[in-house]
T-cell receptor, first 119, second 115 residues
Framework: GAVVSQHPSRVICKSGTSVKIECRSLDFQATTMFWYRQFPKKSLMLMATSNEGSKATYEQGVEKDKFLINHASLTLSTLTVTSAHPEDSSFYICSARAQASGSSPYEQYFGPGTRLTVT | AQSVTQLGSHVSVSEGALVLLRCNYSSSVPPYLFWYVQYPNQGLQLLLK??????LVKGINDFEAEFKKSETSFHLTKPSAHMSDAAEYFC?????????????FGSGTRLSIRP
């Protein structure tokens, strides 16, 4: 089955620094990738949608200058949290959609998540 | 716009009892519907999905859900709960008519299993 990986799985950084999280589709090409944020004991909130080779589309209320998304290839998207602050601490989950094929053209495959802690 | 509402943030059942997690959806177009499970500090695992074929959908670990258009519901059931079913469950919806669709999640239901 389709596998999505994230790196790192956990990261601790100091306030004011930037952190990059990678999301890779391992055995398929992902035309679209999604980034979600999950607060403790809360649901997943969609942050942005990125298509390979174009600018990401951010959901309302998400600061695009703070959460930089790059989708440089069909297998890699990155989320950079710039000038991180403690309130950015969260569980970040990426998701990838394969190119349309077969019976599940719109299925999204989820990565295992990255736990970010800003001290 | 699409959305899902999960009734009950916490459900507790005895081991061996029926599990019923409720989900109602709102969508102006025919939807795809999903149930995901999340164990502590882990990512999401797809339990099952409705993609306009059979209205009764069977998933992994004996879970199933029934799409009821008249009730705009997609409730998740399992005949007999196991201790290992304790987790957070999310109902989700996406627009199946658009290649630009995205999955929107409900608020989640925490399932606890009593010995």
């Amino acid at each position: 089955g389709a596998v999505v990986s994230q790196h790192p799985s956990r990261v601790i950084c100091k306030s004011g620094t930037s952190v990059k999280i990678e999301c890779r589709s391992l055995d398929f090409q992902a035309t679209t990738m999604f980034w979600y944020r999950q607060f403790p004991k809360k649901s997943l909130m969609l942050m942005a949608t990125s298509n390979e080779g174009s600018k990401a589309t951010y959901e309302q209320g998400v600061e695009k200058d703070k959460f930089l998304i790059n989708h440089a290839s069909l297998t890699l998207s990155t989320l950079t949290v710039t000038s991180a602050h403690p309130e950015d601490s969260s569980f970040y989950i990426c998701s990838a959609r394969a190119q349309a094929s077969g019976s599940s053209p719109y299925e999204q495959y989820f990565g295992p998540g990255t736990r970010l802690t800003v001290t | 716009a699409q959305s899902v509402t999960q009734l009950g943030s916490h459900v507790s059942v005895s081991e061996g009892a029926l599990v019923l997690l409720r989900c109602n959806y709102s969508s102006s177009v025919p939807p795809y519907l999903f149930w995901y499970v999340q164990y502590p500090n882990q990512g999401l695992q797809l339990l099952l999905k409705y993609t306009s074929a059979a209205t009764l959908v069977k998933g992994i670990n004996d879970f199933e859900a029934e799409f009821k258009k008249s009730e705009t519901s997609f409730h998740l059931t399992k005949p007999s709960a196991h201790m290992s079913d304790a987790a957070e469950y999310f109902c989700a919806v996406s627009d199946r008519q658009s290649s630009a669709s995205k999955i929107i999640f409900g608020s989640g239901t925490r399932l606890s299993i009593r010995p």
